[in-house]
């Protein structure tokens, strides 16, 4: 059974930083492209980040040059850095990992923690 576990979210001052964790169990996580999203109060959840299972990065917009995604395969962890932080950073922030065959895709999400900026 594949497991998603966030954690490092809290609450921070605008301008700080935090890095949120993901750990995964039940998958061979070098397989797997990681991803990063959002959802604030009243929006739609929104991707924020991904990395793919050879390390390549993407970013949305409103995010780069802040965040900074990263995996380390040994440990079945993905990160992601955030920096100077700004009160619409506020959201849940879920863990995604997505494989796709040619037969099925596997997507998977963790529960989500929780950041807020504020000060």
């Known amino acids: 059974q594949v497991q998603l576990v966030e954690s490092g979210g809290g609450l921070v001052q605008p301008g700080g930083s935090l890095r949120l964790s993901c750990a995964a169990s039940?998958?061979?996580?070098?397989?797997?492209?990681m991803g990063w999203y959002r959802q604030a109060p009243g929006k739609q959840r929104e991707w924020v980040a991904s990395?793919?299972?050879?390390?390549?990065?993407d970013y949305a917009d409103p995010v780069k040059g802040r965040f900074a995604i990263s995996r380390d395969n040994p440990k079945s962890t993905v990160y992601l850095q955030m920096n100077s932080l700004k009160p619409e950073d506020t959201a849940v922030y879920y863990c995604?990992?997505?494989?796709?065959?040619?037969?099925?895709?596997?997507?998977?999400w963790g529960q989500g923690t929780q950041v807020t900026v504020s000060s």
């Open positions: 995604n990992a997505q494989r796709v065959t040619f037969t099925r895709t596997y997507d998977h």
């Open positions: 039940g998958m061979i996580f070098a397989q797997y492209e």
């Open positions: 990395i793919s299972n050879g390390g390549s990065t």
